[in-house]
């Protein structure tokens, strides 16, 4: 009798939503993988280089190799994410192909197409993509993101425009909360969002999905700020395989985004846990070099 | 009625959101001093390796034990209903690494047995067993990386089946969905579990 529907929206928001109060870990091996996930890590980000790496390595950044992605869902059960350049559909398909179970269109890889995100809506795997402001988040949406993170900038360990990102966006949702009908169409018009998803946010008091943070977290005490601040869960790129002790940063990265309001267990975890990954001042950045301008 | 939703990791603010509508009075767990008083504990969806570690580091195992041994009933959903099988089968990570467990309920659970997030699914739900006061349409249920009960023991009643795999169960003050009722508007389950199950 039950007809199963897959790739629905609800069923690719759905995974989104199981991942909440986690953390996702960016991981090149399976050695690190199980680290991650013995860690108690909600997802992988398998990658053939890790954010801080790709900005030191320059070039042209693209999808990993499958074989690396393959390898790492072999050795663990929780769901296993990757990358796909801006606009790149065909990695998008072959990653589809691969099992791959969430795709990350993502302004660390180099983009492919300067106008086009891919149109999401077209797969069955759910898609997460970054965004700076309220516009931009829904306009991903729109293209069928069904998660949305900070963009912060990657590979810095530096948590300063992951910051910036999520009180933009948490300032425009209390501004939309108090439109009426016909100045929320104004506002669609400034934020360059689609309506219908204006209403929702104006309705909800939040985004339609769940909002995650990412880009330059490298401590405990990064993670439970953006927490505080009102994101769901945890991207962590360089900042654990990166530092000196990966898996004790990653157990305390995680405890954190679970107490992330209990300043007493935060000042346990944050113990002893060797160097950070380095950091980078953003001025230091040209502009042109900054990941977070890519895509629109 | 006193209802702690578990909230160390994943979906528990919409059990918390629907167990209110329902008319529970709920708070979130984070800690195991937090369940003096509950008459029923919610173990949400989430990904139960992460939400089994956080269990085991703050002392939730025991402590979930001995609630039940004093009458606490418990609920979970997905990751919940893997923590709370007394065995587990499938996931090359169980090898030699043994995942937290509460174990409580007389059933063998397969993780991801459905296969990855592409073969997720939504799909029409039986629940007649549930009782007259819950029957009337079948149940939409949401199915993400789902497990499945792959045995249950006598104790054990089967509720809910989808393509002959047993989806929803429940032994005595225990119950639990292989899918998320909490992702839906539909609160009958919910409802069941405050109360049938706790009564």
């Not at chain 1, 280089?49 to 059960?77: F, H, K, L, N, Q």
């Not at chain 2, 369940?35 to 002392?59: C, F, H, N, Q």
Request: proline letters at 4%; one cysteine or more; glycine letters at 10%.
């Amino acid at each position: 009798m039950a007809t199963q529907e897959k790739g629905t929206f609800l069923v690719k928001k759905g995974l989104a939503e199981m991942l909440k109060g986690g953390v996702i870990m960016d991981v090149t091996t399976p050695e690190q993988a199980r680290i991650a996930e013995e860690a108690g890590a909600v997802s992988v980000m398998a990658l053939e280089r890790v954010p801080a790496d790709i900005r030191a390595a320059g070039g042209v950044a693209r999808m990993a190799d499958p074989t690396v992605i393959e390898r790492i869902m072999e050795v663990v059960t929780i769901p296993v994410m990757a990358k796909v350049r801006i606009g790149h559909f065909v990695e998008a398909q072959i990653l589809e192909a691969l099992g791959v179970d969430y795709i990350d269109e993502s302004e660390v890889l180099t983009p492919a197409d300067e106008v086009y995100h891919i149109n999401k809506h077209a797969f069955k795997v759910p898609f997460v993509c970054g965004a700076r402001d309220l516009g931009e988040a829904l306009r991903r949406i729109a293209e069928g993101a069904a998660m949305i993170r900070t963009k912060g900038e990657p590979g810095t360990g530096n948590v300063v425009e992951a910051v910036r990102h999520i009180r933009k966006v948490n300032e425009q949702i209390r501004h939309v909360r108090n439109l009426s009908d016909e100045e929320l169409v104004a506002e669609s018009k400034n934020l360059g969002a689609p309506l219908d998803l204006l209403r929702q946010v104006r309705d909800l008091g939040r985004l339609p999905v769940v909002n995650f943070a990412a880009g330059g977290i490298a401590t405990p005490a990064d993670a439970a700020l953006m927490m505080q601040l009102g994101c769901d869960g945890i991207f962590v790129g360089s900042g654990i395989f990166k530092s000196a002790d990966p898996a004790r940063r990653a157990r305390a990265i995680v405890m954190a985004t679970t107490h992330y309001n209990d300043p007493k267990v935060l000042a346990d975890v944050s113990h002893d846990l060797g160097e950070a990954m380095p950091g980078l001042e953003i001025a230091t950045i040209a502009q042109e070099q900054r990941m977070q301008e890519r895509g629109w | 009625m006193k209802i702690g939703v578990l909230a160390l990791q994943g979906d528990f603010r919409e059990h918390a959101v629907m167990l209110r509508q329902c008319g529970a009075e709920v708070s979130e767990i984070r800690k195991p001093e937090q369940m003096g008083g509950l008459r029923g504990l919610v173990v949400p969806g989430g990904e139960s390796t992460a939400i089994g570690k956080l269990m085991d580091a703050y002392g939730f195992l025991n402590a979930i034990k001995e609630r039940v041994a004093g009458g606490m009933g418990l609920f979970g959903t997905c990751a919940g209903l893997v923590l709370l099988a007394r065995e587990l089968k499938g996931g090359t990570s169980l090898e030699g690494r043994p995942q937290p467990v509460l174990g409580l309920i007389d059933m063998v659970v397969r993780r991801n047995a459905f296969g990855r997030q592409v073969d997720s699914f939504e799909a029409d739900l039986d629940i007649s067993a549930m009782g007259e006061a819950y029957n009337g349409s079948p149940f939409r249920a949401v199915f993400i990386r789902a497990p499945q009960i792959e045995a249950v023991g006598p104790g054990v009643a089967v509720l809910g089946r989808v393509e002959e795999k047993v989806v929803l169960a429940r032994q005595g003050r225990f119950l639990a969905a292989a899918f998320h009722p909490e992702l839906t508007s539909d609160t009958r389950i919910h409802r069941y579990f405050l109360e049938e199950v706790l009564a």
